[in-house]
Nanobody, 117 residues
Framework: VQLVESGGGLVQAGGSLRLSCAATGSIFSISAMDWYRQAPGKERELVASRSGGGATFYADSVKGRFTISRDNGKNTLSLQMNSLKPEDTAMYYC????????????WGQGTQVTVSS
């Protein structure tokens, strides 16, 4: 499975961005798909997750502001980010869990999100 993120950019605090992750390859082998982020000098953290059955999880820091969605027809995962804050600045990564191994062994290259104050 290959994942390619897009949609990052520079936005002012309070603004919105929509990230997309396009999946190609063995799409049938994908179970859950997640969004992670990593800011400079910080550890990578889980932002939002969507299980194969549609259940969603959000980090407390983004709950109520971010929405994860998946379009199986277009093989894309999205992250709608509203009310952005400077602390949301990070590289955002898409990850896919393998049905076979249960591991998140497919990762995108990342898309940069920068929120100015």
């Amino acid at each position: 499975v290959q994942l390619v993120e897009s949609g990052g950019g520079l936005v002012q605090a309070g603004g919105s961005l929509r990230l997309s992750c396009a999946a190609t390859g063995s799409i049938f082998s994908i179970s859950a798909m997640d969004w992670y982020r990593q800011a400079p000098g910080k550890e990578r953290e889980l932002v939002a997750s969507r299980s194969g059955g549609g259940a969603t999880f959000y980090a407390d820091s983004v709950k109520g502001r971010f929405t994860i969605s998946r379009d199986n027809g277009k093989n894309t995962l999205s992250l709608q980010m509203n009310s952005l804050k400077p602390e949301d600045t990070a590289m955002y990564y898409c990850a896919a869990q393998s049905v076979l191994s249960g591991e998140y062994d497919s990762w995108g290259q990342g898309t940069q999100v920068t929120v100015s104050s």
